[in-house]
């Protein structure tokens, strides 16, 4: 087995669709499925029962994950010490984060980082800022842009690369959701809330009413930021998101803030890794790139 027959394996162990593993991976789903049976093959075990409709690991299969992430984590530590010789910094980052976070903060880090290491290939995945450090912690990512969590995690590392404001918004545009807003006086049992389904905001907002002793009216609950923002710009309801999503959103001139005391505890941004993949001379380069733009 090789490395790129690993990285096929781990694609597919965490799609569990072909058709998406193979396009993450740059092949047909024919030379995927190919080299998933070379592997069972070798190693004389079936590693996804499958079928028409559905993928999922075997008891075996799911013990060659931790295999396959271990062999690949070690080759890359073994690479980096070779490139520590030539001067020039080879290999493959993988790094999650939201659309916004890499609008915000990782444009900046990459851009320095490229001058750098422009042999360094980087694998960018986006998606729900509530999947970041579960990624990250399951080895799917190298690093990933997370909200720091009030409870920190053992194996990872973290650095504070920027703050956001946690903010209740509105719609501006007149409607029923936009007459109750403008009156000032904010009756939450009344209000539509447009809510994250998990995640630290999700936590922060059930604390605040909790203090207020508050039942909210939640009409929906949303995966993604940027999607609470669409719908509060619809007028289907009020929403909590990072100042920072607002900021960066095309429907921003179509969003209003709310006032409300006491204010939410902001988010601390931070870019994070499992703290033994530091060792790595690809990780903790670019772990310090982003330390440099901070003391900057």
Known sequence: MDNKQLKMFLALADSLHFAQASEQCHVSPSTLSRNIQALEQQLEVVLFDRDRRTVSLTREGDLFVAYAKSSLAQWDVFKGSLDTHSNELRGELSIYCSVTASHSFLHQILARYRQQFPRVEIKLRT???????????????????????????????????????????????????????????????????????????????????????????????????????????????????????????????????????????????VICCLKKKLKSPLISSLWNAAKEGIDK
Not at 237 to 266: F, R, T
């Open 127 to 269: 998606g729900d800022i509530v999947q970041s450090l579960p990624r990250v912690h399951n080895e799917q990512e190298d690093m990933s842009i997370a909200a720091k969590p009030d409870q920190l995690p053992p194996n990872m590392a973290f650095q504070t690369i920027g703050v956001s404001p946690l903010v209740f918004i509105a719609p501006i545009e007149r409607c029923e959701v936009q007459a109750l807003v403008d009156s000032g006086q904010y009756n939450w049992s009344e209000l539509p809330l447009i809510v994250p389904e998990q995640g630290l905001a999700r936590k922060r907002l059930d604390q605040w009413f909790r203090r207020k002793n508050v039942r909210p009216n939640i009409y929906s609950e949303v995966a993604g930021n940027e999607a609470i923002v669409s719908m509060v710009s619809l007028g289907f309801g009020v929403g909590l998101v990072p100042k920072i999503v607002l900021d960066n959103s095309p429907l921003k001139d179509s969003i209003q803030i709310m006032e409300v005391s006491p204010a939410l505890k902001p988010f601390e941004v």
